[in-house]
């Protein structure tokens, strides 16, 4: 068995859907750079195999889109992924590199946030405070009540 796929399988067992989304941008960001270098050597079958790769996993993400609960937000990545497709589609149909290259960058700018976003939802929760003591017997309107 291929050690990448393995890894890779391994990573998405139990992944949070963030990591699954961080993932899957790595993958096309990978499919994207692998048709450059497919490009570079005028490898026309691999080129295409990567282009299209990439875009079926990012219309895998577009599907995944939550459109009622995601707001302008859910809007944004709409936009963003129709774009990064028809650029991919552009750098295949002008064998371009720049374009390829521009996609990575819009990828990568994007992918970063993702991570900022696993990032923020691992971090350790806030501890809470202690609870409070009961007051003593001693003092009035006590008998072991907890302060609130």
């Known amino acids: 068995m291929d050690a990448k796929l393995s890894y890779r399988e391994t990573a998405v067992q139990g992944a949070s859907p963030v990591r699954l989304v ?50 302008k937000v859910a809007i944004d990545l709409e936009r963003f992924y129709s774009q990064v497709r028809a650029g991919l589609v552009n750098a295949q149909c002008e064998q371009s ?26 971090a350790p929760e806030p501890k809470l405070a202690a609870p409070a003591q009961p007051r003593a017997e001693s003092e009035p309107g006590s008998s072991a009540e907890w302060n609130a």
Not at 49 to 55: E, L
Not at 108 to 120: I, K, P
């Open 97 to 122: 590199a720049r374009l390829l290259e521009q996609q990575i960058s819009h990828l990568m700018t994007v992918h970063d946030a993702w991570c900022e976003v696993e990032r923020s939802n691992a």
């Open 22 to 71: 961080v993932l899957l941008y790595e993958q096309v960001i990978e499919d994207v750079r692998a048709a450059l270098g497919a490009l570079g050597r005028g490898d026309i079958q691999t080129r295409t195999r990567h282009i299209n790769h990439a875009i079926l996993v990012i219309g895998h993400l577009q599907s995944s889109i939550d459109k009622e609960q995601g707001g």
